[in-house]
């Protein structure tokens, strides 16, 4: 008997996206570099690895958000113990809205995730550090 799902990824996004604050490229571009805001990046390291990061993100996988941002975790990061903005996104803007919600769920505030994630991010021509090539890569 196969499983039934009884509340599917769309719902869970619709329902996340209900509750968060979206930030569009610009509107996060605008806020890039400023003292006060935190670009978390949920991606995996094989996603930087190929795609290149957000100059200045703090790298949180996904799989650790929960345990990084609770302080009595004993996996807890300061950078979440701060009074700032934290500003999450993912390659599409799929699991940064989920996080989001989470973090927001979990008392961390403000929160807000950029619509379209890294991809809208890269294709803005928003700021990024490309990935260094690999020894035996061409060119």
């Known amino acids: 008997m196969p499983q039934t799902i009884t509340k599917g990824y769309k719902a869970l996004l619709e329902e996340a996206n209900a509750l968060i604050h979206t930030l569009g490229v610009e509107e996060?571009?605008?806020?890039?570099?400023?003292?006060?805001v935190v670009f978390v990046d949920l991606r995996d390291p094989r996603e930087l690895e190929r795609?290149?990061?957000l100059p200045g993100a703090f790298h949180c996988p996904r799989g650790m958000l929960e345990f990084w941002i609770d302080p009595e975790s004993p996996y807890a990061k300061p950078v979440f113990q701060q009074d700032k903005t934290f500003i999450f996104f993912c390659a599409g803007g799929w699991r940064s809205a989920l996080a989001a919600r989470t973090a927001q769920?979990?008392?961390l505030k403000p929160v807000a995730h950029i619509e379209g994630g890294f991809g809208a991010w890269k294709k803005a021509g928003a700021p990024v550090e490309l990935p260094e090539p690999l020894p035996g890569d061409k060119p």
């Open 51 to 53: 795609e290149g990061r």
């Open 28 to 36: 996060a571009r605008a806020m890039h570099g400023q003292g006060d």
């Open 105 to 107: 769920e979990m008392g």
